[in-house]
């Protein structure tokens, strides 16, 4: 299980974060700082994961956007960089050929598809249709009553 | 009803002139979120940002607190503050409003105020109170979307009390028609599980429903709790394992939906749970392992595709396999499995490869030998991240053979290591290997782990440095070795070493520099003052440094050098430096009382001033806590924060206490005399409190061995065993590194054979030389001498340097006839007799009438009957008293002997009976009773009489002492020998040993209040300890106190209130006293004597006694 999930930019500004464990701001500040300057000093041909305090991390870097996740030693390394792939294939879906800037602009999107794809840590929803399914059915409604209100 | 809203919505977008594609990414140049977003592009300066968002913060907050802001205007304001706050500015005014919008706003606006409280709020925040009535609300809606979103809400946050409000809407969800909805319920079950087990106990068979429901994704679900259900209780829940492994292979054989699949394998995240599920059901268990065999078989089969997720599939598989009972067909394909992640050319699988064989090397080390050549290129390996898993991987397989090379390597690691995690892991570990070969790895440690080592680590170094081992000349080659190298170390670089290794330094070189001969106390009296003058010398080491000269203060130069530190430290600010400053001062000047040496701990010379004083009227003196729990009781106000804390750190505790820091780690450092512990146990992580203590004698000796033994290994190919070859060579063949050069290569190799060696069965011993392929264990000296011997033992850290036992014995021979009211004609007589004491015993011959003589031949007879016989053989002047039970002491063919003893009020009368149970008479017989050969150096002092020299056939002798104790101790042992010859024959010995406890000495002493009061002042040995109490009435006091008194005969002189005085004496007139109080539950005992050791051993048996309670 994921402890926290976060997304930066190669310049090391935050982009998305996500913590499945009760922290306080001033931790989450500390563990971003350090992890994203650790992350970003890695060279692009080195392993996806490292060990940083007794956690594990994992992460992967897709285009100019690097995901990152914490998790336990005994934990599955590949997996969570599957996860973390998942995730940005339904990004990819939902945006239609994502980039940061779109992630940048319509964050809280971001969050809602994260939100149904892992809840609480844990993969709920793996089938990409039906994650977007869900996500697009809200949207929807949000359009909708954006119609009634207009009119 | 909600089918309707759902097909209307599905047809909706082609009905509106919207863009078509849902999310598609509307920049959304005009919004006030893309405007903010584009301002701090622009930006340069960090200083720029600040003022901007702080700017964009307070109009926030004076639009959300606006009363004509709309909802919609607030779901914008609520995206923009979750957009500051992850800049990392506060926007905490925010959060109410937040929990507002997700209670008030519409189904769109909801959505961001539920979002938005999940990202502001954790689980234990207040505010969070305030969105159960939302959740409520929600949760009843019949719009599935809201269901949905409270739901999502609850699975990541929510108030724990809260749980039983909304817990019956949850559960109703699972029998929701939407499959979304039961899976979310499902979720938020678990949540609950986590946070709250006991509140969804009751529903365990609802998980069991959900576990069966029809839609594969609500099932997936179910896992979650599932898996952490039995990672708790793996029993309860064997009779899903049919059930697991029918899932699984349901799910392997493909016939789950195709939405299921992620890169056409079928669910994978279910398979890895599953798999997860399974080996911890199979743990430890044949017949449940059995019922997996097939379906992980079926696994490693289907799981061939060249995918990242089958990998992690394959890997999941593979440490099930090694986890549960194993099967040799399966562990060999998933051997073959780990070869192929480890070979792997991507990076990532390399390291999953490696993390799988530190996983299985435990129980199949050969394995690693197959990858040798790859591990040793793992080693050089520019990421670090491989590196420390190759580290962990050779820590694993670390023995006796191949400890140098990997301790080696472990330290490079920590040379380039900047993490501080890992360094006090590794640090750890590397100390923990050196337990089998210490010197210079410690050296090594101490000055790169540094400060950031676990205190207990030099603690136990220096422990193990003053116990020593079992030979005193190893001890004083390991000791001497340590101050050569310390004393070259301060002469290279000093103010490079750490804090830790100085005071280390210098507690050895005040100990032990006096055993090189060549080393003048002046010279190490200089190296030591240099460290005084260093800038980053702390003042704690300064008292170190201090405390080490002290020792060393003799003679010329050794005075002017301390002369001048006290000049410039008795100034100084700290007072615990003063003090030192003072001493070595004193110390150096007056070299009488430095040759004096020796401590009385018990400060027994001030005994007259204080009674002196008490007469005159002054307070009797009260410990601190005592007083400060008469203070607490006495409801004073309480002066906790001022009063002096407790030395915690060793340092300290070694200064306030002069104690040695081996003293102190003796009560801190956990008892480690197996390092096999943390090689055969299963933990991954390393525990770092208490590392083991079990260095080697050998010490830096063994270190030096396997050096020589690598050199020897010099050319490789021809000593390796062919399979070994073989293995390196295929190895070779499939790494991609064609290029390395031979020389190279064979670096590779012999690196290779100094690594695993030891590790295959064949090729290890046939390299060494050596049969015993186990790493040799050392010993430490039994910890019985140092506690077993008295108060006065030297410690190290007394000031005196060299040990010398006549100060002791001088000392303690004062304090006896000083404070003993002993009757004079007892002490020497005892001494006389104690080594030529003979076996004279009243004698008194009688015939056996046997009844079952066959029995008694096959000395396999119960106890019973021969106890019957005997006891009628008891002095006729014991017969009337109640004698203990007679337990055989020893036996041969022709003789039996037991023994009992017999209570009297002023002695102790030991009974032994010499049954010859051959068909001739013994001749010549003598029975030598002692206790003189025990290195303990008490006695007992035995009254005896005429010999007896023959014991006809069948026939019991019996021999009668009356034994008194010199020096207590916890048990007291008896050594005999019986000589004795038969007719013809040579002269036979056997020998005997006979444990009296204690408290067989123990009587009642029966004293006035008055005359207890008197005694206590001028008792000097005194032990003070808490006691479990006896907890079964209202009075605890007096129940403890009377099985004090059944168990052990003591005398309750009085209890009043909380309080209890007991007295006891010792036969022959040797008091103890008693104080007892309760206080927090326990019994806070304090015991006063003029004996040296009695009150300890007399607590042991209290403890005791209370415990067999």
Not at chain 2, 536 to 546: D, F, M
Not at chain 2, 549 to 558: D, F, I, N, P, S
Request: aromatic fraction near 6%; hydrophobic fraction near 35%.
């Amino acid at each position: 299980m994921p402890f926290f999930m976060l997304l930066f930019s190669r310049q090391g500004k935050l982009r998305l974060q996500k913590w499945y464990v009760p922290l306080s701001d001033k931790e989450k500040k500390k563990i971003t700082r350090e992890l994203v300057q650790t992350v970003l000093a890695r060279k692009p041909k080195m392993c996806s994961f490292l060990e940083w305090r007794d956690l594990k991390i994992v992460y992967k870097r897709y285009a100019s956007l690097y995901f990152c996740c914490a998790i336990e030693d005994q934990d599955n390394e590949l997996i969570t960089l599957e996860i973390i792939h998942r995730y940005v294939e339904l990004l990819d879906k939902y945006f239609g050929s994502v980039c940061e800037l779109d992630i940048i602009f319509n964050f809280e999107k971001a969050y809602f598809i994260l939100d149904e794809f892992l809840l609480g840590g844990e993969a709920q929803e793996t089938s990409k249709k039906n994650v977007l399914k869900a996500i697009e059915q809200a949207d929807l409604l949000q359009e909708v009553s954006h119609v009634k209100n207009c009119e | 009803m909600s089918d309707v809203v759902e097909k209307t919505l599905t047809a909706l977008p082609s009905l509106l002139s919207l863009d078509s594609q849902p999310g598609s990414a509307k920049l959304s140049s005009t919004s006030k979120l893309g405007n903010l977003i584009r301002g701090i592009t622009e930006l340069t300066s960090k200083h720029e940002e600040e003022k901007l968002i702080q700017r964009e913060l307070t109009s926030i907050k004076d639009q959300v607190s606006s009363p004509n802001t709309s909802m919609r205007q607030m779901k914008e304001l609520m995206v923009r503050a979750i957009y500051c706050e992850m800049l990392g500015y506060e926007a905490s005014f925010s959060y109410i409003h937040a929990i507002k919008l997700a209670q008030q706003g519409s189904v769109l606006d909801k959505r961001v105020g539920y979002l938005a409280v999940s990202l502001f709020l954790n689980e234990s925040h207040e505010l969070l109170l305030l969105l159960v009535n939302t959740v409520l609300k929600d949760l009843q809606s019949t719009n599935l979307i809201e269901v949905c979103m409270a739901l999502t809400v609850v699975s990541q946050m929510f108030p724990k009390d809260m749980i039983p409000a909304i817990l019956p809407l949850v559960e109703d969800k699972l029998n929701h028609p939407k499959e979304i909805i039961r899976r979310k319920a499902v979720l938020a079950l678990y949540k609950f599980y986590l946070i709250a087990p006991n509140q969804v106990q009751h529903i365990h068979n609802k998980f069991r429903k959900a576990l069966c429901d029809k839609d594969p994704g609500v099932m997936t679900a179910s896992l979650h709790i599932y898996l952490q259900l039995i990672k708790e209780n793996s029993e309860g829940y064997k009779d899903l394992t049919a059930s697991f492994v029918t899932i699984l292979k349901q799910v392997v054989g493909g016939k789950l939906p195709m939405d299921f699949n992620y890169h056409s394998v079928p669910a994978p995240w279910l398979q890895i749970q599953l798999l997860r599920i399974l080996s911890l059901l199979g743990k430890n268990d044949q017949s449940t392992s059995e019922i997996m065999y097939e379906v992980l078989d079926e696994s490693l089969r289907r799981a061939e595709m060249n995918h990242n997720i089958t990998y992690a599939i394959l890997y999941e598989c593979v440490k099930c396999i090694y986890t549960i009972q194993p099967k040799s067909e399966l562990l060999e394909k998933a051997a073959k499995c780990i070869g192929n992640f480890v070979l792997s050319p991507k990076i990532n699988l390399k390291y999953l490869g490696l993390k799988a064989l530190t996983y299985v090397v435990q129980q199949d080390p050969k394995l690693a030998l197959q990858h040798q050549m790859t591990i040793i290129e793992c080693l050089d390996h520019p990421d670090l991240i491989i590196k420390r898993e190759t580290l962990e991987l050779l820590f694993r397989i670390t023995n006796g053979q191949n400890v140098t090379v990997i301790v080696e390597k472990m330290l490079d690691f920590l040379r380039i290591s900047k993490d501080d995690y890992t360094t006090i892991d590794l640090v750890g570990k590397v100390a923990e290997l050196a337990e089998k070969y210490p010197f210079e790895t410690m050296n090594t440690v101490f000055s790169l782990g540094g400060d950031m080592m676990q205190p207990d680590i030099p603690n136990s170094f220096l422990k193990l440095l003053s116990e020593g081992f079992d030979s005193d000349e190893e001890d004083r080659k390991l000791r001497l070795f340590a101050v050569d190298s310390y004393v070259s170390l301060l002469q290279s670089e000093p103010n490079k070493l750490p804090q830790r290794f100085l005071q280390v330094i210098s507690w050895v070189l005040g100990e032990y520099s006096h055993l090189s001969a060549e080393l003048e106390p002046a010279t190490v009296m200089t190296l030591l003052s240099k460290l005084l003058d260093l800038k980053h010398t702390s003042s704690e080491t300064k008292s170190w440094v201090l405390m080490a000269m002290t020792k060393l203060c003799e003679g010329g130069v050794a005075i002017s050098v301390a002369q001048d530190i006290y000049e410039t430290h008795s100034s100084s600010m700290d007072t615990v430096l003063r003090q030192r400053a003072q001493e070595l001062q004193h110390l150096s000047q007056d070299s009488e009382l430095y040759l004096m040496g020796g401590v009385d701990s018990s400060l027994s010379f001030l005994d007259g001033f204080v009674s002196e004083a008490l007469a005159a009227g002054a307070a009797p003196y009260k410990p601190p806590h005592q007083r400060q729990e008469e203070l607490a009781q006495a409801k004073a106000l309480s002066l906790e924060p001022y009063s002096l804390s407790l030395p915690i750190s060793m340092s300290s505790c070694s200064i306030a206490d002069r104690q040695s820091p081996t003293l102190m780690s003796m009560s801190s450092g956990l008892s480690g005399d197996s390092t096999d512990l943390s090689h055969k146990g299963g933990s991954t992580t390393l525990k770092l409190d208490g590392v083991k203590r079990v260095w080697g004698r050998e010490g830096y000796l063994a270190q030096r061995e396997p050096v020589e033994e690598t050199a020897q290994v010099e050319v490789p190919s021809p000593l390796r065993s062919p399979s070994q070859q073989a293995e390196a060579d295929s190895t070779q063949s499939q790494t991609p590194t064609p290029t390395v050069t031979p020389e190279l290569e064979q670096d590779k190799q012999q690196l290779a054979s100094s690594l695993f060696v030891g590790l295959g069965s064949q090729s290890s011993v046939c390299l060494m030389g050596k049969s015993d392929p186990t790493p040799q264990r050392f010993r430490r000296k039994a910890q019985g001498r140092a506690s077993s011997s008295g108060a006065s033992e030297k410690t190290p850290t007394s000031l005196g340097s060299t040990p010398s036992p006549v100060d002791n014995l001088l000392c303690n021979s004062l304090l006896d006839s000083n404070l003993v009211s002993e009757p004079t004609n007892q002490t020497p007589q005892a001494s006389q007799s104690l080594d030529t004491t003979n076996g004279n015993c009243h004698e008194e011959l009688t015939d056996v009438k046997e009844n079952n003589p066959s029995l008694i031949h096959n000395n396999e007879e119960p106890d019973k009957p021969k106890d019957l016989c005997l006891s009628s053989h008891l002095p006729t002047e014991l017969s009337g008293l109640s004698h203990s039970e007679i337990t055989p002491l020893c036996s041969n063919q022709s003789v039996n002997l037991s023994a009992c003893h017999v209570q009297k009020e002023d002695s102790l009368q030991l009974v032994i009976f010499i049954f010859n149970s051959s068909d001739s008479a013994l001749q010549q017989m003598q029975l030598q009773v002692d206790s003189g050969e025990l290195k303990v150096n008490y006695c007992l002092s035995l009254i005896t009489d005429s010999p007896v020299e023959e014991v006809r056939s069948h026939s019991v002798a019996v021999c009668h002492y009356s034994v008194t104790v010199k020096r207590p101790s916890v048990h007291v042992e008896v050594l005999g020998m019986l000589s004795y010859q038969l007719p013809g024959g040579t002269p036979q010995t056997i020998q005997f040993s006979h444990k009296l406890p204690l408290t067989t000495f123990i009587r009642p002493l029966t004293l006035s209040t008055e005359e207890y009061g008197s005694m206590w002042l001028a008792f000097s040995q005194d032990t003070k300890q808490n006691l479990t109490l006896i907890n079964d009435d209202q009075d605890p006091l007096t129940t403890t106190l009377n099985v004090l008194k059944k168990k052990l005969q003591l005398h309750v002189v009085e209890i009043i209130g909380v309080e209890g005085i007991v007295a006891c004496q010792l036969v022959q007139d040797q008091p103890c006293l008693m104080h007892c109080r309760v206080h927090a539950g326990t019994l806070a005992v304090w015991l006063r004597s003029p004996v040296p050791d009695l009150p300890d051993c007399l607590l042991y048996h209290c403890q005791r006694a209370l415990q067999e309670h």
